[in-house]
T-cell receptor, first 113, second 117 residues
Framework: QKEVEQNSGPLSVPEGAIASLNCTYSDRVSQSFFWYRQYSGKSPELIMS????GDKEDGRFTAQLNKASQYVSLLIRDSQPSDSATYLCAVNGRGTGRRALTFGSGTRLQVQP | SAVISQKPSRDICQRGTSLTIQCQVDSQVTMMFWYRQQPGQSLTLIATANQGSEATYESGFVIDKFPISRPNLTFSTLTVSNMSPEDSSIYLC??????????????FGQGTRLTVV
């Protein structure tokens, strides 16, 4: 079982719609979770971090965390073509003692004009 | 967040040679990491660069192939040694910031796109 799992996509949504990206993780003791956006040919850019169960909102982005289900998601409201990118879920390595983050394989999002 | 400068941004190298990638941060950081991202893949951690001591390597990565230096809290290098075409990848320097041992946010340099021919 992969430590962090994401659907590779592509996830295609029309402009203005809500994009929902999902991620599950295997290490039950993980306590910090992150979403990164990566445009083609660029390095990952941090867009959201979440540490507690529930929702965290930042502009058009909402991160949702459910530790009991080992599930974290990212909602993008009013999706724009500029949101088209690969979204990487990342989890801290508390269970392994590794301070670096472990990344999922990413979900490619396509926002259709 | 810290400003991370990585160079070179890209290089094409002959097999059997070595390339050293530099990572410079504009402020002192405790944690520095090196990742590899192969085409169409996610990020794989190569090692944690430890200031003043040997790097901590992940399974599948060894010091002889990927020697790492970290002489101070703002600078690190990764060398890809005796390169083969399988080493063609993007190499990313990352710094970790955050409060508490497990709330590390990671920020990345612009990456080095390496092609081995």
């Amino acid at each position: 079982q992969k430590e962090v799992e994401q659907n590779s996509g592509p996830l295609s949504v029309p402009e203005g719609a809500i994009a929902s990206l999902n991620c599950t993780y295997s290490d039950r003791v993980s306590q910090s979770f992150f979403w990164y956006r990566q445009y083609s040919g660029k390095s990952p850019e941090l867009i959201m971090s979440i540490y507690s169960n529930g929702d965290k909102e930042d502009g058009r982005f909402t991160a949702q965390l459910n530790k009991a289900s080992q599930y974290v998601s990212l909602l993008i409201r009013d999706s724009q073509p500029s949101d088209s990118a690969t979204y990487l879920c990342a989890v801290n390595g508390r269970g392994t003692g590794r301070r670096a983050l472990t990344f999922g394989s990413g979900t490619r999002l396509q926002v259709q004009p | 967040s810290a400003v991370i400068s990585q160079k070179p941004s890209r290089d094409i190298c002959q097999r059997g040679t070595s390339l050293t990638i530099q990572c410079q941060v504009d402020s002192q950081v405790t944690m520095m990491f090196w990742y590899r991202q192969q085409p169409g893949q996610s990020l794989t951690l190569i090692a944690t660069a430890n200031q003043g001591s040997e790097a901590t390597y992940e399974s599948g990565f060894v010091i002889d192939k990927f020697p790492i230096s970290r002489p101070n809290l703002t600078f690190s290098t990764l060398t890809v040694s005796n390169m083969s075409p399988e080493d063609s990848s993007i190499y990313l320097c990352s710094v970790g910031t955050g409060q508490g041992a497990w709330n590390t946010e990671a920020f990345f340099g612009q990456g080095t796109r390496l092609t081995v021919v």
